[in-house]
């Protein structure tokens, strides 16, 4: 029987946070062996989310207070961070330097340029060195320096369902530079686990609605990463609208192919990108990815189409945004870093 | 007290038609005299719809055979035809004849060219003679043509939320050539009251899921009236989705402004265009609509942006997609017919 | 035409309170002088609720602080208090002095003996003079009293729908003494508007759950009134649960028949109590009410079933939490008092 | 490595069958050989339900036809049958005759009486002889009977959430003879996935509202199980409720205690029955279950309470009426009769 990692994971309270408490209680090559929440400290972890009662060492486990020396001595090799941006930097860089791999789903260290980061973020980065360091880390795209990386930044849920479509067709060289238009619609998860009036149930049902139009924060780490695919800067537009579902993105992608370039061209850069991989699924041409297909899973599914009348190329993605969109991709990270199977404990549908 | 007109609904079993009775029920100045169905004829409406118990004449009123003779013994002025495509024609015709005005929620009566219904619709139309007297009747655009007119075609649900942000800014020309994007999310009631599996709750709750890609039929009529607009074919791609809720419509439109052109000339147009009107709100710069603010209620509300990144203006747009989209305009086009005021009926929210 | 009656809304964030406000813009012999919330002063009415943009005088009209010289020096003849317990006996009291009429929805004026209230709210009641004026206003069963009566107790929400299917059987000496059973399921609007992680849309979607077992608050006014119905104390167990819907309440109840008294009794019982009142509609044998037919109206229907296997008498009653159980039996309440249509403004469906 | 067992399931295109392809294709120990369903035959397994693309052997097992000699064909062992009642019990005779043994979950052999079936179902028991064969199997009741059969006839969903509260209580003698209300509530999957207008997405959304009453077919196996426990007829009501959620049945259950007899003696049998079994959860006492805790598993979460004033007990529980209610303990009853932990293959939270 292959050996266990032994995980933490460090703020643990959110939607995140639970979907990656999860996917290790179950996972057949790690052993959770810490969970912080400064204020469910003392708390059992099944205490907390009754879901997972009578499930591994769930009853077991506490939460205990994130404090770097104490997730140490857990003997936790892996860390998970679950924080908010501008936290998860101060848990970072202590446990690094205590020599374990950290694992960040926030926006920490997702930006090669602290620049940027303070444009988008408001403030200014707090270790800008490790930036350089750090892999964004979509496994799909970059597997090799993941697998050599102790800085792991997990990719955002939007940019995830945006970048995974469009970076190979950038690669190739099919798009013109005509401005890209995202849609996409999110799950209140998304949102988060905390106290506001807007994502109450009475607020959610029954609405739909955009937000931060015209500028969502995601627009930095997808235009870095259009960016290094393309070999040039790619102007985009984004629209992230909130729908009442708890999980899934479904993201609609408007792109203008370069002169002469078909939709067959399209297929095969898709088809070599993704034929081996094993969590992007091609449904093919004028198939629509639907998010109760994916949601609770680490899949992400692509559907295309070419409108030829208005010369558009239509992209489509659906995955379940804390799932491949954040924990599932943490985990699948992980499997890479440790050498496990990349679908080790991510293939339950 | 002024007089009431008498009304007949002609196909009262699906969504836009419950809708229909519900607003017809409650009108100050209308009778509702027939209500058909040839399912459901001899029962009384009431029965069929247990929410219309107790309510005007709803315990009364039998729905009957969809007969034109029938229908016009009720005395019927007014006739109201909740119909799939291709049936309402055949019904509108001998309404005509026998002197009513016909109200049309198909899309029989919407394209003024014959050969592009064929394209879209599939078959021949079987009343080409009758297009040029139909009027295209969003009343905030047509309100003159409407008044005078015998028979109407009630717009589309998408195309009345997407020509109504478009229409202003294409008549002043401020929008350039390049194509136009649209992602539409509308709510289950847009997809009928029929049995089918993929509209069941367990189908559709928690779904996410785009359809009709990349050619919706609503395409004609939305080309079409852009075109009237600008003085020229605009393109256009329009990406359609289900998603988890009864009624409502959240359009989000991607278009470029003409050089020189700024955000301040579009909210000119905006305004004046539709300042005067009650049912357009305009909810101002980088404000989102939210479809919980429109359902059950006859308002489109408009938002805008300028993205400055990718230089694209943002249109968002919400309705209910069985009021202002189908049922609500239907009974503006009653009241600007009759001479009502335009609000009559519509103002409870 | 007839003359408007002022009125003020003191409390207006919470759900009850928009849909009083929703009523009460629309209602034909109602004008809305004052609407009141700290934390809202001197912001517009259709600012914080944009679903009442350009409806009635929601643009012009801003909230107040809530302070009753300033609501009667507004010409407010009518107060309708939307507060919490405990809050509302605090307004209640001065504006009775200056001469308003007072329709308060939170269970301050509900109960007969202050120690009732002790018992169940935990603290003293503040003016406990004033319980002996107050009406517990079921509109139903004590429509003259509510007539003379210058301060009305609404009753709560789960009351209503148990109440007004029980008392007449009671009155009418149908039941035996065996324990009432009663289940009810609550849309997520019963719990308020007020920020809470269980009530966050990701916590309510997709869950079932009861709370307050044994001993919900409501129970004391329940028991108050059957007893007043029966002659004596009538015990009853009661397990309210929170289930995914925005308003609506579903109760079921299983009684136990005296023996020698059957079905029809209980039919001629609920037809000589309900068949002249337009909000209470009987649905008949063997029928079940569903919410989704009285949400966002003031009606309650009841249904009725014999488990003759069981011995047991089954009642099923369906309303809007927010409508017939708070907002739009305030309402009522109002008509009866000025003399109005008992109906006006609440027939729209 | 432990043996692979070959099952095939029958009649897979309902949300039961979708329950245990999903949990049969990820099972340790069990090679789904055959899927059969008659209008799918020949379409790829992951091409009617796309989100089991990529797993297992989804993309490569196909419908066939459900032809007894061809499941035996490919090896199977076991089947699974997930077919309406008085369609299984055709199915069952000749494969058992093949040697196969056979897993129901419909209702055909949950009766051992055929009377009892005919009373209930409105037609003649097709094989009245195999319902002495059939073993009623709950497994937290009759592991070792479930251990020697060959015909397992899984309980109904709601059955499962009543039993498993109801009969360590009957069978410690707690309960007086007062006849047992019970109310629940049952998500949408429960009704099946067939075309049909009242369970459409709009017509399920928003609405609360009981059906079956006074008699569900489901009191027939209730009543025959809790007499068995209880050594005497029990009298039980029972009202179900579809509540708009995909899956989870949430049920109440109002009982009254014999004479003397305390609280403490309900929660000292209920852990003698339980503290055992994996997947029956208590609570404790004030504890309300929560279906979104038990929702895509295989466990029943169980809390009670006393209501003293009533004199009531009130047992509260909460499942997956797909998973525990039915192919979840399909399973579990497989792990048992081929020796496997219990719990293989149903620990995915």
Redesign the interface.
């Known amino acids: 029987m292959m050996e266990r990692v032994k995980v933490a994971v460090v703020g643990a309270s959110g ?1 995140s946070g639970m979907e990656l408490l ?1 996917l290790l ?2 996972h057949p090559h790690a052993e959770l062996v810490a969970v912080t929440s400064r204020s469910l400290a003392g708390k059992a972890l099944s205490a907390e989310f ?7 060492n769930a009853d077991l486990l506490a939460f205990s207070a994130p404090e770097p020396d104490a997730i140490k001595a857990t003997g936790a090799e892996i860390a998970f961070l679950a924080l908010p941006h501008g936290v998860s930097v101060q848990y970072a860089r202590p446990l690094l330097e205590m020599g374990l791999t950290v694992i960040d789903l926030s926006a920490d260290f997702r930006l090669r340029d602290a620049a940027v980061y303070r444009e988008y973020y408001g403030h200014e980065h707090l270790a800008p060195a490790l930036l350089k360091e750090a892999v964004y880390a979509l496994p799909e795209i970059r597997a090799e320096e993941i697998r050599k990386s102790r800085l792991i930044a997990c990719p955002g849920c939007y940019p995830t369902s945006i970048l995974l479509p469009l970076i190979p067709l950038l690669k190739a060289g099919l798009l013109s530079n ?4 995202v ?1 996409s ?1 999110s ?3 998304g949102a988060g ?5 807007p ?13 931060s ?3 969502h924060r995601h ?1 930095s780490e997808i235009g870095q990463e259009l960016a290094l695919a393309a070999g040039h800067t790619v ?3 984004f ?1 992230p ?1 909130l ?8 993201t ?1 992608i ?1 792109a ?1 192919l370069r002169s002469k370039t078909g939709i067959e061209e399209v297929e095969t850069a898709l088809h070599e990108a993704y034929d081996s991989k ?1 969590f992007v ?1 091609l ?1 093919g041409r ?1 198939q ?10 680490n ?1 992400c ?1 692509i ?1 295309w ?8 190329l ?1 992209l ?1 993605s ?1 995955e379940d945004n804390i799932g491949k969109g954040a924990a599932g991709q943490a985990v699948q990270n992980m499997n890479l870093i440790r050498g496990f199977s990349e679908t080790a404990g991510l ?3």
Chains 1, 2, 3, 4 share one sequence.
């Open positions: 939607y999860r209680l179950a009754p879901r997972f009662r009578g499930v591994g005509d401005p890209i238009a849609s619609m799950g209140a998860s686990r905390k106290e506001s009036v994502l109450l149930f009475c607020e959610v049902t029954g609405s739909l609605r955009s937000y139009v015209p500028v627009l102007a985009l537009s629209v609208h729908v009442p579902v708890h999980s899934g993105i479904c609609t408007f203008t094993p699924r449904l004028g629509s990815p639907d998010t109760k297909n994916v949601v609770g899973t899949f599914d559907g189409a070419l409108d030829e009348r208005a010369g558009r239509i489509l659906a293939m339950n549908v």
